[in-house]
């Protein structure tokens, strides 16, 4: 158990939907990552948040957008969803907002576009 | 911006042997981190390594950053069917982004 807690673990919905992914990191953790894994892909970095700022910016699309909240739980929203975006959603913690840390993963929410 | 290569994307061992994926960035890396994902799983952090030439070992496992700090590679010996899941490299860089490989995926025959 990594302590990363991701809901929900399954989501599906259709084209043009708007769905929200949360994470809650580890306790002490203050950075929040978001990574997409397409099938038999790689991880994509989303974005990352530290102490709930914006911390780095990767292949992130205008559709999605995400934020940290004060409590540091991070929710991922994408909208107009095309059939492309199914994929596995995984978030990340670490402690600090440096790419030296280790990040832990939640156990991802796989999503499904009908 | 950074690229982190990983080869290879397919390893299949027979169970006792030993193999090698390698890791190549096109940039200089402040630390290079290996990840394990087991089929179904997420990605679970292995080790980190941060100095130029470094070595670290863990049981079957040995770990390299090169001299450079521009690759890196992960050797494992007597592969065991525990060893099964998808090696991920992951490159650190100074603009916060950790830049992963799209992975060496490992099968065992028995």
């Known amino acids: 158990d990594s302590g990363v807690t991701q809901t929900p673990k399954h989501l599906i919905t259709a084209t043009g939907q708007r769905v929200t992914l949360r994470c809650s990191p580890r306790s002490g953790d203050l950075s929040v990552y978001w990574y997409q894994q397409s099938l038999d892909q790689g991880l994509q970095f989303l974005i990352q948040?530290?102490?709930?700022?914006?911390?780095a910016k990767g292949n992130i699309l205008e559709r999605f957008s995400a934020q940290q909240f004060p409590d540091l739980h991070s929710e991922l929203n994408l909208s107009s969803l095309e059939l492309g975006d199914s994929a596995l959603y995984f978030c990340?913690?670490?402690?600090?907002?440096?790419?030296?840390?280790?990040?832990?993963f939640g156990d991802g929410t796989r999503l499904s576009i009908l | 911006g950074q690229q982190v290569m990983q080869i290879p994307q397919y390893q299949h061992v027979q169970e006792g042997e030993d193999f090698t994926t390698y890791c190549n960035s096109s940039?200089?890396?402040?630390?290079i981190q290996w990840y394990k994902q087991r089929p179904g799983g997420h990605p679970v952090f292995l080790i980190q390594l941060v100095k130029s030439g470094e070595v670290k070992k863990q049981k079957r496992l040995t770990f390299q950053f090169g001299e450079a700090k521009k690759n890196s590679s992960l050797h494992i010996t007597a592969t065991q069917t525990t060893d099964v899941g998808t090696y991920f490299c992951a490159g650190g860089s100074n603009d916060y982004k950790l830049s992963f490989g799209a992975g060496t995926t490992v099968t065992v025959r028995a």
């Open positions: 990340a913690s670490s402690v600090a907002g440096s790419p030296n840390q280790p990040q832990h």
């Open positions: 948040y530290y102490n709930g700022e914006e911390r």
């Open positions: 940039t200089t890396l402040s630390n």
